[in-house]
């Protein structure tokens, strides 16, 4: 059974940084195409970053533009682990963060790309 969990989610204040993790289990995450969206009360889930599986051990990073430049996206495949580097944080991006795996599929942005979710962890930022 596949499942993702996320952790490394909590409280702090404006300008600080939080890292949050997506562990993975079930199956082999290699050749997935990983993603990080968010959902705020109130709002839709949006996308925030992924890594797109290119074929072999090639993966591209794309982020929104909202986070482009504060957020870093990575993963550790021996460890089927992808992480969110999280800086300079602002009240906006209190929300709470899932992850998510695509098998086979070319798109990364919308939510219905994604074959696996997690549970979500909650990141709240104070101003």
């Known amino acids: 059974q596949v499942q993702l969990v996320e952790s490394g989610g909590g409280l702090v204040q404006a300008g600080g940084s939080l890292r949050l993790s997506c562990a993975a289990s079930?199956?082999?995450?290699?050749?997935?195409?990983m993603g990080w969206f968010r959902q705020a009360p109130g709002k839709e889930r949006e996308f925030v970053s992924a890594?797109?599986?290119?074929?072999?051990?090639?993966?591209?990073?794309y982020y929104a533009d909202s986070v482009k430049g504060r957020f870093t996206i990575s993963r550790d495949n021996a460890k089927n682990t992808m992480y969110l580097q999280m800086n300079s944080l602002k009240p906006e991006d209190t929300a709470i963060y899932y992850c998510?795996?695509?098998?086979?599929?070319?798109?990364?942005?919308?939510?219905?790309?994604?074959?696996?979710w997690g549970q979500g962890t909650q990141v709240t930022v104070s101003s």
């Open positions: 998510a795996a695509s098998f086979g599929s070319t798109q990364y942005r919308g939510p219905n790309a994604y074959d696996y």
């Open positions: 079930g199956r082999t995450f290699s050749s997935a195409t």
């Open positions: 890594l797109v599986w290119s074929g072999g051990n090639i993966y591209y990073a």
